[in-house]
């Protein structure tokens, strides 16, 4: 569901492409996110921050218990950030960024000790698959 969303972005509105879903406790897709950069011009409508917000609608409530986050990429400072403060407990990616990620690859915003909370992390989770869409995108768009 993440990869689709991700194409969505960027044929529907010419965003990179980034998709993310948020799963309840119980497994069950409460929200979906794309970049939305493009689209709304704001630098902070990447699709965890999309799909956090659409959650915490959802629960009608910001604190994200026991909710996974699952994303195409590998989560920037902002976003590392917002799956802090909105108490999601496990996160799921799949390409590295190794140019901007921060739950690992430049900074690892999300396992530091001193974090407000703790987040279980799986990383590169169809890392090829992500990878390559991103790639696409960017070798159309240079």
Same mark, same amino acid.
């Given at each position: ?20 879903? @948020?799963?309840?406790? %119980? ?11 493009? !689209?709304?011009? /704001? ?16 629960? /009608?409530?910001? $604190? ?18 917002? @799956?802090?403060? +909105? $108490?999601?407990?496990?996160?799921? #990616? ?10 690992? +690859?430049?900074? %690892?915003?999300?396992? /530091?000790?001193?974090? !407000? +909370? ?18 696409? #995108? #960017?070798?159309?768009?240079?």
């Amino acid at each position: 569901m993440a990869l689709a969303a991700a194409e969505k972005a960027w044929r529907e509105h010419g965003d990179v492409p980034v998709g993310a879903v @948020i799963l309840d406790p %119980d497994g069950v897709v409460i929200a979906t996110g794309v970049n939305k950069r493009e !689209l709304e011009h /704001d630098p902070t409508a990447h699709a965890e921050i999309v799909a956090i917000r659409a959650a915490g609608a959802a629960l /009608d409530n910001w $604190r994200l218990d026991g909710c996974t986050l699952i994303v195409t990429l590998e989560p920037c400072a902002m976003c590392a950030g917002a @799956i802090l403060q +909105s $108490r999601i407990a496990r996160l799921v #990616f799949g390409a590295w960024d190794e140019k901007g990620g921060a739950v690992g +690859s430049v900074v %690892d915003l999300v396992r /530091d000790p001193r974090a !407000l +909370s703790k987040v279980e992390v799986s990383a590169g989770v169809l890392a090829e698959r992500s990878s390559a869409l991103l790639k696409e #995108f #960017f070798s159309h768009s240079r």
